[in-house]
């Protein structure tokens, strides 16, 4: 079932990795920014009355960076505008040098049943050194005021002078504090960051330490009961992201606010990136929409086998006949052949087998020209 992504673009410091679209001096245009997503949901509900969203996702930026009440509010116009399934799973991502007791407790009341805490390393001399505006103690803190609920912790990988003993002590923090889910993702270094020069410098880990490092970080997750199921994404059973696997099996779903992305009726539209052309449009009751192009059908081929090869659950070739009514296997016949020791057949499913998931992209490669 499609899901709704709303980005809120506020941070209260930036990142020293971090190139997502994210305004660390504009928080005092929340709440007129807040109006304007309110707004682009009357306009983008309209046409899509059809439509029963079971995922809705705030993320950023920092959507606990703002008055809570606009999260609330968000929740009421959503809920005004667009259809959702009985139980939709609600996500807000959280940084933990942002939280409170009250900010929680609206949450709660607006429907949000699922944080997700950016925690990235529990030595806090690497959390200085990203320009993290928080302790170990405040993702504790984070932790401690969602006892009960299901909450996913981020951690990060790859970092200036990371060690195992440090990965250790981060995912030991982050199943201690009762995290049903973890991302474990690899610093990007890109381009145009702070962090680029200590890349360019060669300060970081290389790619063959972060490797010893993930593969490390799969053993202690699965020592503590997280299961893979997909490269980055841990879950103990039953707490995968429903949001996030519409993404990897290619289903739909609407964005809204700036620099979102929404995938619908075989098309991608694209918001404007800056923040004031995007208020300016909204404000004026036009989309904010910078860009649509249609997928071809062979994009989309290759889009459906890279995303679903990405997980644990593999490609279903009954899945694919089913989207494009012909055999993956043949449509990719020379890439497929060349791969095929790299995966695993168990009657309808191809996966990649456990070992080289890591090393995914460079399998994948070979199936971009078919
Ligand atoms: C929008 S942030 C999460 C919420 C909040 N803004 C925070 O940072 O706590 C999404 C996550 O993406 C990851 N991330 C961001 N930039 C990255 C990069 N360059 N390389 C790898 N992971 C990155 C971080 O783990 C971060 O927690
Ligand atoms: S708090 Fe999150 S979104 Fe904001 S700059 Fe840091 S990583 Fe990026």
Redesign the pocket.
């Known amino acids: 079932m499609p899901g709704i992504y709303l980005h809120i673009p506020f941070?209260k410091h930036k990142?020293t990795?971090?190139?997502?679209t994210?305004f660390p001096d504009r928080l005092a245009f929340s709440e007129a920014y807040m109006a304007c997503l309110y707004k682009e949901m009357e306009l983008l509900g309209k046409g899509l009355g059809k439509y029963t969203f079971d995922t809705v996702y705030f993320?950023?930026?920092?959507p606990s960076v703002v008055d809570p009440k606009y999260i609330y509010g968000a929740m009421q116009q959503l809920r005004k505008c667009f259809r959702l399934s009985e139980k939709p799973e609600i996500t807000i991502?959280?940084?933990?040098g942002t939280v409170s007791e009250q900010k929680i407790a609206l949450y709660k009341k607006a429907g949000i049943n699922r944080y997700?805490?950016?925690l990235?390393t529990a030595i806090d001399e690497q959390l200085a050194e990203l320009g993290r505006i928080h302790t170990a103690r405040d993702f504790v803190y984070a932790c401690s005021l969602l006892k009960g609920e299901n909450f996913s912790a981020?951690?990060?990988l790859g970092l200036k002078g990371q060690t195992e003993e440090d990965l250790f002590k981060t995912i030991e923090l982050a199943s201690r504090c009762g995290a049903k889910h973890i991302?474990m993702?690899?610093?990007?270094?890109?381009d145009g960051?702070p962090i680029y020069t200590d890349y360019l410098n060669g300060e970081l880990p290389d790619g063959d330490e972060v490797r010893r490092l993930y593969d490390y970080g799969c053993m202690l997750l699965k020592e503590r009961g997280y299961l893979r199921y997909e490269v980055s994404n841990f879950a103990k059973k039953g707490f995968e992201s429903r949001h996030n696997l519409n993404y990897w099996r290619r289903g739909e779903y609407v964005g809204l606010g700036v620099s979102a992305s929404s995938f619908l009726f075989g098309k991608r539209y694209t918001n404007t990136f800056d923040l004031d052309d995007y208020m300016k449009c909204v404000l004026s009751g036009f989309a904010p929409v910078v860009e649509s192009e249609d997928v071809e059908k062979e994009d989309a081929k290759f889009e459906f086998i890279m995303l679903a090869l990405r997980t644990e659950y593999g490609v279903s070739s009954a899945a694919y006949r089913a989207a494009f009514g012909s055999d993956w296997k043949e449509d990719f016949g020379e890439a497929f052949q060349k791969m095929r020791a790299y995966f695993t057949e168990e009657g309808d499913i191809t996966r990649i087998k456990e070992e080289y998931l890591y090393v995914q992209n460079t399998i994948l490669t070979e199936f971009m020209n078919g």
């Open positions: 941070c990142c990795y971090c190139d997502f994210s993320g950023g930026g920092t991502e959280m940084n933990p997700s805490i950016g990235q981020d951690v990060m991302s993702y690899a610093l990007t270094p890109e960051t």
